[in-house]
């Protein structure tokens, strides 16, 4: 029901009790009015010991089911406190895709034990499946799929998927191969339920497929998801054609959520944490944030090394050192926001290299206007508090002005850098998510200043100085 | 193919002249060759009137079939270049949930204009979706679907479906509600092919499902994907649990892409600009990135304000001056940091506001220990530019403590900061996203000149002062 979560919380206390005190009866009950995903949600919830209780109580094949359905911090905290037997029964139930999405994280000395414990079959085709290069199509590609013959009448296919569906992943796109196991077509299933059973297949077949590569990049595996929104599997094949397996769009909506995950912890400057926040250890969490952090530090400190070069003008008129924090900031904020923006750009495909010209002008206009604005409130506050407070002595009025050319001048460079560092870093093969909003800011402070000082010596020369 | 993208965009320059030279036969070659998807891949490149030339000799379902494929910027910019029959043709032929999409972003009267161009059965059903609330699970909802008795046997639903599925969006689950059309389960289609014909619904059916309220917020239905990642549809009812319709998974992969990119701009400062990036008129995107900036730029004035406190100080030993962006720079940075992390894990529902204190311990201990580590590095660079260019005076020594002290501190409170503003934020049931980098570095900002010259005051004191 709407309210499911909240009603499969509300049996989370009761679910506790059940497992602890191995209540096997009230266990029984509660799984009767549970779906798989409801208990696997419970189960996640455990901590590690009574998780690997419960997985050791059920059946083997729903312990897989539920297992592969909790999250891989989890899963792989609960390996270990699996017995071996159990263990073993889990790894070779669980669906090919979900297994290999483990077995990809681990270390390789585990990957190679837990290999071991596989039937002969399992570990033949888990092998096969992290032979493919990592982030590619075939990592997410499970070989359970149905295929048929274009010589078959669709009465003879609707035999021969209910003698042979019965352990595939889904059955809504069956695969039409030939004598070699090339992918001809593929067909929803609903075109056998509307067609009449001695209707031959190749009547059936339209020819349009769309097929992804199963060494392409899991990027190609999205965008074709997103362009093809009446499937919901899409078939993997090699260079020839053979078809491999499929890819599912639950596997899409969970990799789109980690790639979006990864992305904005980039824009936010860290490394990716690659676990949820609360269970990435705190050493690791200092190592993937402090990385940045001190290349960012070694380029703030430009900006003591800036200032020294003016450090003579400051002390002759110390009010031009209240306005550069105001300033370079300003120009951070907007080559954060341009950055942002190509950066989500680019990954959408609204933007290309090619389009360069056009950002370029659109930023630049769209920063003199932001520029306009702020430079005129930044010109109105200092001859403001200037004749109200006499804060910044007889000149205001050119301090004034020169607060205000270098918000607009500022602001207008932090549109050019925050939107062309992208594009260049995404021509250069390079991914334009590394040219994150903090990189952006730090690189407009120390230019920032510059700028502001030059400025400054132009318009007060002589009245200051 | 693998390479499809590629290979459509090969056939462009074709399409073109076909479409420009009106050339029906090479037209209808090409369609031979396409996809639908292909075609409207295609026909969303052409310009306006390339787009409403090339609907308007296609059949009206093949029309409604591509136009619904354009992205919603260009369906508005088409509608108004069509003639109004085959502008009618197309939009009583769109699937529900599309038309709801397109209607729902258009202004009230040119929405009202268009629902009276829809047969009666249409206009009342999009009225009904329209009613729903904005951003609510209805609004998504498609009202084609099949419904089956439970009395009926799986040979007679067979039947039925093969009688009724064919304008149906996906047959994939199959629902079963009573005689006032409450919903009482959702059956995968697979299991209609794996039951002999005269099994019985009511013993296929395992009780076991997920429903939707049509009233809930869109975020609900993604969640409970993500949750039910073999379920490609969920079925949505009222209050009552009668079934009102369908949500599809193709629909969840776009909206999770529009959110997504709505929360990634609000992270970078810039309200949702709605529209694709090369897309949105100039003074759109100049007054929805100005807001903020300008919200920013009176916070950020705030820091000519803290400085002015401290101006006789600047005046006797300018070398203060020179480490303010260094240090307030750091502490918005981790501060970014801090917010984004913590921001991304309220989206995913990894952390919620009972975790307030465990995150605070982190992020502090983190914090200290990141600011020990940029300390440390700011210390050294005072001291080693003090000793080798005698660049800040006697006290270096004393300056360069100054210094790694105000890091340390400042660090550590952005990331007190930067995290807890957001859990604050959600708290008080405001969007946490509002509280973007860009906002905790201001405040980091104004906050960290504060504690710097007070650290720099105490320090220092009877040495520079």
Excluded: C
């Excluded at 699996?82 to 263990?87: A, G, N, P, Q, Y």
């Excluded at 969970?254 to 860290?270: N, P, R, S, V, Y």
């Excluded at 300033?327 to 904020?333: M, P, Q």
């Amino acid at each position: 029901m709407a309210l499911r979560k909240l009603e499969t919380q509300l049996l989370y206390p009761e679910f506790v009790q059940a497992v602890e005190t191995g209540d096997t009866e009230a266990l029984e009950a509660l799984r009767e009015h549970l779906t798989m995903e409801d208990i696997a949600e419970l189960v996640g919830e455990l901590e590690g010991p009574g998780r690997a209780d419960f997985l050791s109580k059920v059946p083997a094949t729903e312990a897989a089911e539920i297992f592969q359905q909790l999250d891989l911090t989890a899963q792989r905290e609960t390996l270990d406190l699996l017995s071996t037997s159990r263990m073993a029964g889990i790894i070779n139930e669980m669906d090919p895709d979900d297994r290999t999405a483990l077995l990809e994280t681990l270390p390789s000395h585990n990957t190679k034990s837990l290999l071991s414990f596989l039937r002969p079959r399992e570990r033949a085709q888990a092998q096969k499946l992290l032979d493919f290069p990592e982030d590619s199509v075939g990592r997410l590609m499970t070989p359970d799929f149905l295929a048929i013959r274009k010589e078959w009448t669709v009465g003879r296919s609707l035999d021969f998927i209910r003698f042979n569906g019965e352990d595939k992943e889904t059955l809504n796109d069956i695969y039409v191969v030939d004598r070699q196991g090339k992918l001809l077509d593929d067909i929803p299933i609903r075109e056998f339920l509307l067609s009449p059973g001695d209707r031959a297949i190749a009547d059936v077949m339209d020819g349009h497929y769309t097929a992804l590569l199963a060494t392409a990049p899991q990027e190609e595996a999205i965008q074709a998801f997103k362009k093809y929104s009446a499937r919901t599997a899409l078939p993997v094949v090699d260079e020839e054609g053979l078809l491999l397996g499929i890819v599912t769009i639950d596997d899409i909506l969970h990799l789109e959520e980690k790639e979006t995950t990864e992305d904005i912890q980039k824009f936010g400057g860290a490394a990716p944490l690659e676990e949820s926040y609360l269970e990435v250890s705190f050493w690791s969490m200092l190592r993937k944030r402090s990385v940045w952090l001190i290349v960012l530090f070694f380029g703030q400190m430009l900006t003591a090394s800036a200032m020294s070069f003016y450090q003579m003008e400051i002390s002759k008129a110390v009010v031009l050192a209240l306005f550069i924090p105001l300033i370079i900031s300003s120009g951070g904020n907007s080559g954060s926001q341009a950055a942002t923006l190509v950066i989500r750009a680019l990954a959408l495909g609204e933007v290309a290299f090619t389009d360069v010209w056009k950002v370029l002008r659109r930023e630049l206009l769209v920063g003199l206007g932001m520029g306009l604005i702020l430079g005129v409130i930044g010109l109105l506050r200092v001859v403001l508090w200037g004749t109200a407070f006499q804060s910044y002595g007889d000149h205001y009025l050119t301090l004034g002005l020169a607060v205000g050319v270098a918000v607009i001048s500022v602001v207008a460079w932090g549109n050019i850098v925050g939107s062309m560092l992208p594009l260049v870093l995404k021509r250069l093969g390079l991914d334009p998510a590394t040219s994150s909003a903090p990189f952006v800011a730090t690189f407009i402070d120390v230019t920032g200043i510059v700028i502001y000082f030059n400025i400054a010596l132009l318009v007060m020369s002589g009245r200051l100085f």
